[in-house]
Structures are given as C-alpha cells and as structure tokens.
C-alpha cells in the first residue's frame, strides 16, 4: 500500500523545492558578497559553487530531520497534499 504518511508530515518534494529555491537566492548572495570583497569573479564563482553543494545536502538533511519533530505543530494542520 506504499509508506505511512505522517499526520505531521511534509512531501519530500516540498523539501526539496524549498531547498532548491533558497539556494539560488544564497548562491546569487555568496556571489555578489565574494565578488565584491575580492573584484574577482573566478574566486567568487569557485567559492560559490563548492560552498553550495554541501549547504544544499545539509540544509535539505536538516529540514527532513526537524520535519520529524512534532514539537510546534499541530495535528490539525492538513498535510493532504492537495
């Protein structure tokens, strides 16, 4: 019948989406910050590039571990999915 669905869930795709989403904006940001320190686009690339694949892995691991805790939600919520 597949997985049991959490009443306090979240989809993993909404997960995902948001992750993604946040880091386009902390790529755009690291870039402009590096770039304007430096004057140098290849180090601001270079850092943005490396910085963001790890924080993108741990950003989207801790969203899915906090979605685990029920502290602060309520079973009221609809997590329908619709």
């Avoid at 992750?19 to 140098?40: C, E, H, N, P, Q």
């Amino acid at each position: 019948m597949g997985k049991k669905k959490s009443t306090f869930g979240e989809k993993w795709s909404r997960s995902a989406a948001k992750a993604i989403t946040y880091r386009i904006l902390v790529m755009a940001l690291d870039f402009s910050v590096i770039y304007l320190l430096t004057g140098k686009s290849e180090i601001a690339f270079g850092f943005m590039v490396v910085s963001n694949i790890y924080t993108t892995i741990a950003y989207y691991v801790h969203e899915r571990a906090w979605d685990r805790v029920k502290w602060g939600k309520s079973p009221l919520q609809n997590h329908s999915g619709a």
